[in-house]
């Protein structure tokens, strides 16, 4: 798996979860769809992944309509279907339906020309961990900042 820089991040998603697991799949997308995407006009920020039917989908992610389409230019709100092994798929759905847990977009980066998705099985925090979070956060730049000016 060899990442390039990330055409697309969520970076808010690991303030709001935590990361359990993460899987990568393939995107079906249109022409003009991976047109917008390789110009870094997407946005991940409210998206996450239902299945449904035994197939998993990206719903709720924003891609920009291609600024050289024409009236065959994509739906910027539609559903993507996500490109998964049967297996895969199955484990997902038992870990979603039966520990209340949630599927979220990381990031979406190319593979050999191909779009793929980095998404996480997530389990969502609370505020009083979102807090501690930032307080350990904040601490480490403290100590961080006294090693560096000696």
Do not use: C
């Amino acid at each position: 798996m060899s990442q390039d820089k990330p055409l697309a991040q969520n970076r808010k998603v690991r303030h709001d979860y935590e990361i359990l697991e993460t899987y990568e799949a393939g995107m079906v997308l249109t022409g003009t769809e991976i047109k917008s995407i390789r110009k870094g006009k997407m946005n991940l920020k409210d998206g996450f992944i239902s299945i449904r039917d035994g197939e998993a989908w990206l719903k709720q992610v924003h891609i920009s309509p291609y600024d050289h389409g024409n009236i065959f230019n994509h739906d910027p709100e539609r559903d993507r279907k996500l490109l998964l092994h049967k297996k895969e798929i199955q484990t997902l759905h038992r870990e979603v339906q039966q520990n209340r847990m949630t599927l979220v977009p990381l990031k979406v980066y190319l593979v050999r020309g191909r779009a793929k998705l980095l998404f996480g099985l997530a389990r969502g925090k609370n505020k009083y961990d979102k807090r501690h979070a930032l307080k350990d956060q904040q601490a480490k730049r403290d100590i961080d900042r006294a090693l560096k000016i000696r």
